[in-house]
């Protein structure tokens, strides 16, 4: 059964440095999401895409942040410099369409920020 | 604006019990309904959902229904297993702009005993 995957599982930086995100949605899906969830928080939607270009962004998706999809099946979520409140733990989802059908979301990568 | 409230958790039951587990909503327009449901060390899985007041969305024994006048979406189950002990995350659609954004609430953590 297709599936979302999303690497590493577990990244850990130091404060101030870039790190990127990787995602590889579902093949045949045209739209993609980034979500994160600080622990003990809700799970918050970051930015949507599509045709190669950011249908939707939340207030937490500022300059620092990034997406981009570099080769056809890679999607990926770039944070500049990275700060404490980054520390999180993020989801990668795909769907076929917005509002169609279901978001399928990877395992998640926790990112924790010293 | 939009917004999702679960009951805290965590939940704990014996196998065999009723799990309810609440979940409310804020929202304009007529959002869509979903519960999540995430498994250890596995990514949010749709559950089940539910489009438009009244309905009720079912799956693997679980169910939930779209009540407009109380605005929420309680989840069910008659019977519940070890194996349903896992994270469940009740979500809307935000029906803005066609980008499928979901709003989460905060997550309920299920554990059952044997």
């Known amino acids: 059964e297709p599936e979302v995957t999303q690497t590493p599982s577990h990244q850990v930086t130091q404060m101030g440095q870039e790190v990127i995100l990787r995602c590889v949605p579902i093949s045949n899906h045209l739209y993609f999401y980034w979500y994160r969830q600080i622990l003990g928080q809700k799970v918050e939607f970051l930015v949507s895409?599509?045709?190669?270009?950011?249908?939707?962004k939340s207030e937490i998706f500022d300059d620092q942040f990034s997406v981009e999809r570099p080769d056809g099946s890679n999607f990926t979520l770039k944070i500049r410099s990275t700060k404490l409140e980054d520390s999180a733990m993020y989801f990668c989802a795909s769907s076929v369409g917005p509002n169609i059908g279901e978001q399928f979301f990877g395992p998640g990568t926790r990112l924790t920020v010293l | 604006g939009n917004s999702v409230t679960q009951m805290e958790g965590p939940v704990t039951l014996s196998e065999e019990a009723f799990l309810t587990i609440n979940c409310t909503y804020t929202a304009t327009g007529y959002p869509s309904l979903f519960w999540y449901v995430q498994y250890p060390g596995e990514g949010l899985q749709l559950l089940l959902k539910a489009t438009k007041a009244d309905d009720k969305g079912s799956n693997k024994g679980f169910e939930a229904t779209y009540r407009k006048e109380t605005t929420s979406f309680h989840l069910e189950k008659g019977s519940v297993q070890v194996s349903d002990s896992a994270v469940y995350f009740c979500?809307?659609?935000?029906?803005?702009?066609?980008?499928?954004?979901?709003?989460f609430g905060q997550g309920t953590t299920l554990q059952v005993k044997p």
């Open positions: 895409f599509y045709n190669n270009e950011i249908s939707e």
């Open positions: 979500a809307l659609d935000t029906r803005k702009g066609n980008t499928g954004k979901l709003i």
